[in-house]
């Protein structure tokens, strides 16, 4: 089912990998979590966005395929295949469709020209390689990769003792960033950088300093914010960080900001991990914001 949402003359198309409870309660997943606030959202959480029996918020990983002015984007690319994440199990060694669905949507590895990662965690980049005969190889031989400086400084274990420290982030960089910067594909960008007139890059930091997002000038916009926000009640509640959240008060008020640009503008708002259907409209209330959902096709 190819799920795709039009936006001006671009369209935005859901590459997912996959949809499922968090290993963590929900409380370990935002762990600022009021339970009280919480639960006055179940009418509207239950199914999609929250399984109550298991106290599991429901996530999706997904990729966002943006054609725009005869480009072909490709915005974070989730957990990759056949990659060591034992301390991730919902990443761990998966083998998962993702290319055929890619496929469904008309669009070979070939097309890509940009993937943008927003930042550099594990569940943003495994698909920038897939494995070729035991190797780490690009998977999309013609795309530039981008990513922040400032998210790369972060994270590259080249730095310092940052091997010996993080040998977990190590292995992530190894596998999915190197390849793509051994074959001359990785471009480091400002926070502040254009794709073009209608694609720019803008700073989104606190869940990593280095986080950057996509704006879409078309039409009424699009954001592709990947994770400034996490779940949809985040919404309501903006200052609830998720347990990931390395600078609380930034992302904070970047989700903030976020949320206030998309209720002046009307434009949609296309996070990474918002389980169905995937895309918001910000409305905003007297007590706060509100999240209007917005089905594919719309
Ligand atoms: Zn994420």
Request: glycine share 8%; with cysteine.
């Amino acid at each position: 089912m190819i799920q795709t949402w039009q936006v001006g003359s671009a369209t935005v198309t859901r590459i997912e990998e996959q949809v499922g409870p968090n290993d963590a309660v929900a409380s370990g997943f935002i762990p600022d979590i009021v339970r009280e606030r919480f639960e006055k959202h179940l009418d509207w959480m239950v199914p999609a966005h929250y399984d109550p029996g298991r106290d599991r918020l429901i996530t999706s990983c997904h990729s966002w395929l943006i054609r725009s002015g005869g480009r072909t984007i490709l915005v974070d690319t989730c957990g990759g295949n056949h990659k060591e994440r034992p301390w991730l199990p919902r990443f761990h060694m998966q083998d998962r469709p993702y290319l055929q669905r890619l496929a469904a949507a008309g669009v070979s590895p070939a097309d890509i020209d940009t993937v943008l990662c927003t930042h550099l965690h594990a569940d943003h980049v495994g698909w920038n390689t897939r494995l070729e005969n035991g190797r780490w190889v690009p998977t999309f031989p013609n795309a530039r990769y981008l990513y922040s400086r400032v998210e790369d400084e972060r994270w590259n274990p080249e730095i310092g003792d940052r091997r010996a420290k993080h040998p977990d982030r190590a292995r992530v960089y190894d596998d999915s960033l190197s390849p793509v910067i051994a074959a001359g594909q990785a471009v480091l960008i400002d926070m502040e950088h254009e794709i073009d007139t209608r694609l720019q890059v803008r700073p989104a930091p606190g869940h990593t300093p280095g986080q950057v997002l996509l704006v879409l000038r078309e039409g009424r916009g699009g954001i592709f914010c990947g994770d400034a926000i996490h779940h949809p009640v985040q919404v309501y509640e903006p200052s609830w960080n998720n347990r990931a959240d390395e600078q609380p008060e930034v992302a904070r008020a970047t989700r903030r900001s976020l949320l206030e640009g998309c209720a002046d503008s009307g434009a949609l708002l296309f996070p990474t991990h918002f389980a169905a259907p995937h895309v918001v409209a910000i409305e905003r209330r007297a007590e706060g914001f509100a999240p209007k959902f917005v089905e594919a096709g719309k």
